[in-house]
């Protein structure tokens, strides 16, 4: 399986829960949208232990089969698609969290998240 990471998952794999160590050592591929490392940071800077978080991190980020996504058109545009389907639905979720269902969309990932929001978007696979 091929996972996109949410932030809340992410602090739980740094903190070594053990069921979500578990689903992370059994994906084929982790993704970390590029706003769960803004959320991240901002959380580091917001916290006593930020050089020791970012160094985690890092360490994190060079695996093998770890990466970062990048919004482009496309995601601008699944983006657009998912914002007007939730105003319509009457079921809006937060600005971060539509861009990281746009990129698990874009790339055919699974979304790995505690957010149940994301449910109000039942096209986004998730673990």
């Known amino acids: ?8 998952r992410y602090t739980d794999l740094a903190r070594q829960v053990p069921d979500v160590v578990q689903t992370a050592a059994s994906a ?10 803004a ?9 006593s232990r930020r050089a020791e978080n970012e160094r985690q991190l890092e360490r994190f980020l060079s695996q093998p089969g770890v990466r ?3 919004a482009d058109d496309g995601t601008i545009d699944l983006y ?3 914002a007007v389907q939730l105003r319509r639905q009457a079921t809006p979720i937060p600005t971060n969290d539509l861009w990281i269902a746009a990129l698990t969309l874009q790339h ?6 505690r ?4 449910d109000h978007l039942p ?5």
Not at 1 to 8: I, S, V
Not at 39 to 47: A, K
Not at 123 to 127: G, S
């Open 123 to 127: 096209q986004v696979p998730r673990a």
């Open 28 to 37: 084929t591929e982790l993704c970390l949208p590029f706003i769960v490392l």
């Open 39 to 47: 959320e991240l940071h901002q959380g580091f800077r917001n916290g």
């Open 115 to 118: 957010d149940q929001h994301f």
């Open 1 to 8: 399986m091929r996972l996109a990471l949410d932030t809340n």
């Open 80 to 82: 657009a698609m998912l």
């Open 108 to 113: 055919g990932l699974t979304l790995y998240s």
């Open 68 to 70: 970062v996504l990048w």
